[in-house]
């Protein structure tokens, strides 16, 4: 994917937050419909639904210092919270900054350049990362399987192998990606981590 104008935004992009977006948006809807029911039913009928009087009898018998007060003012407070946060806190980025164009190198359509001299960018998804780590990791001899999770700061391998003596695997397997993200100039080099696990 390129870009040619020469004041284009940057390529390492934050998360757009759509999941708390979408549970809100949906909450708010389905309160909405339900609000507007209730008051089309009032208009109809000339009386409130039944369905609010247990709800209203309820809600008439509490008082502020009611246990159930409490416990429902603490969830709104936290869920409240939980909103500002994801509104206001970064998420991390979902791409790697390369120092070049390596798009040929890993045969895939993850890796994304922002044409133009200045400000050139050139970035692989966290997605690519971990398809190039997993391809490298399954050549060492001794691998079995592997599934590899990847965020902007580390790389981390889960590997199944017969072998009953895993530590010269781990190294070879940790040595092997991180020499392979460097080559292709994942700037900076992620932390690489592994996991064995032992078959046999």
Not at 58 to 85: E, F, H, R, Y
Not at 98 to 111: A, N, Q, Y
């Amino acid at each position: 994917m390129s870009r040619n104008e020469g004041e284009s935004a940057g390529l390492r992009r934050r998360p757009a937050r759509t999941v708390p977006s979408l549970v809100v948006g949906i909450l708010l809807l389905a309160i909405g419909v339900g609000l507007a029911w209730l008051c089309i039913a009032r208009l109809v009928s000339g009386s409130w639904s039944t369905l609010l009087q247990a709800p209203r009898n309820q809600l008439a018998t509490l008082t502020w210092s009611d246990p159930l007060m409490w416990s429902i003012a603490a969830v709104a407070v936290a869920v409240g919270l939980i909103l500002l946060l994801c509104a206001l806190v970064p998420g991390g980025f979902n791409t790697l900054r390369v120092r070049s164009s390596s798009g040929e190198e890993t045969g895939r359509g993850d890796v994304h350049a922002q044409s133009g001299n200045p400000g050139q960018q050139t970035v692989m998804t966290r997605r690519g990362v971990a398809h190039l780590a997993r391809a490298q990791c399954v050549q060492v001899d001794g691998v079995s399987t592997a599934s590899v999770t990847a965020t902007a700061k580390k790389v981390h391998l889960k590997v199944g192998t017969s072998l009953r003596e895993t530590k010269d695997l781990h190294t070879l397997v940790t040595d092997g990606v991180r020499n392979r993200l460097t080559a292709i100039g994942l700037d900076p080099v992620p932390e690489v981590t592994a996991t064995i696990e032992s078959r046999g």
